[in-house]
């Protein structure tokens, strides 16, 4: 199944492009399957049959940890979005908690001290304020809906690449690295879609979708290398 959203059988096709439009490497997975799962060994596949890329672009679905960790420790430049603090309407965002790297803490908008915890075995630090400090707090209302009054702010053992990602999203050439995919990769899912028959199959498994997603690509190169070796007739 796609999703509890989009109750239907689906099958999910994963895409590299070059900064011309050239598709470099498929992955063809279920629909359930997330995005995130699948830009490293695609990138991998990128790495074997072409080269290392001096920067990967993706959308927000792959700004994860572990991506970012991958891309900044393989000497590739990562070129992602800014993600809105995902927080309840009238309550403290994320960032209003400050984290303090040498003592390894949280520090609250009330300067509350937020001390390390546990860390799940999903790969997330747990950071907890004092009970009985935040139980008469005025902003306890803006922080937390906790029964025990105490807040718990989370953060990824890898969440330094993260942060990183963030700030080289600042620098220009990164910006235009990020603008280009709506001019690349989105435009060859556009035209696969609306001119190559992608957006639904006939064919049932991975093999056979596979093929189908290899001759589509293909397709969409030998068009477009068609279109730059045709050269209109100069006018006298």
């Not at 999910?12 to 011309?20: L, V």
């Not at 190559?196 to 979708?209: D, P």
Request: charged share 30%; with cysteine.
């Amino acid at each position: 199944m796609k999703d509890e959203r989009t109750k239907q059988f689906a099958y999910s096709f994963h895409a590299a492009s070059d900064r011309n439009g050239f598709v470099l490497g498929t992955i063809v997975t279920p629909g359930n399957t997330h995005d995130s799962l699948i830009l490293e060994p695609i990138v991998k596949q990128v790495i074997e049959k072409v080269g290392k890329p001096k920067a990967v672009a993706a959308d927000a679905a792959y700004k994860t940890p572990a991506i970012t960790k991958f891309l900044i420790e393989n000497e590739m430049t990562p070129a992602l979005p800014y993600t809105r603090p995902r927080t309840k309407e009238g309550f403290f965002r994320k960032y209003d908690y400050v984290y303090d790297e040498f003592y390894d803490c949280y520090l609250c908008p009330a300067g509350e001290i937020l001390k390390y915890s546990t860390t799940t075995k999903e790969g997330y630090r747990e950071y907890k304020s004092p009970k009985h400090v935040c139980a008469i707090c005025p902003f306890l209302a803006q922080c937390t809906e906790s029964k025990d009054h105490q807040k718990v702010v989370t953060r990824h053992i890898w969440q330094e690449y993260v942060e990183e990602a963030d700030h080289l999203r600042h620098k220009q050439e990164v910006k235009e690295i990020y603008a280009k995919r709506k001019e690349t990769i989105e435009r060859v899912f556009a035209d696969a879609k609306e001119k190559h028959g992608m957006r639904w199959t006939t064919l049932r498994g991975l093999k056979k979708l596979s093929m189908q997603a290899m001759l589509t690509f293909a397709a969409l190169n030998l068009k477009k290398m068609a279109n730059w070796t045709w050269r209109s007739p100069i006018m006298a």
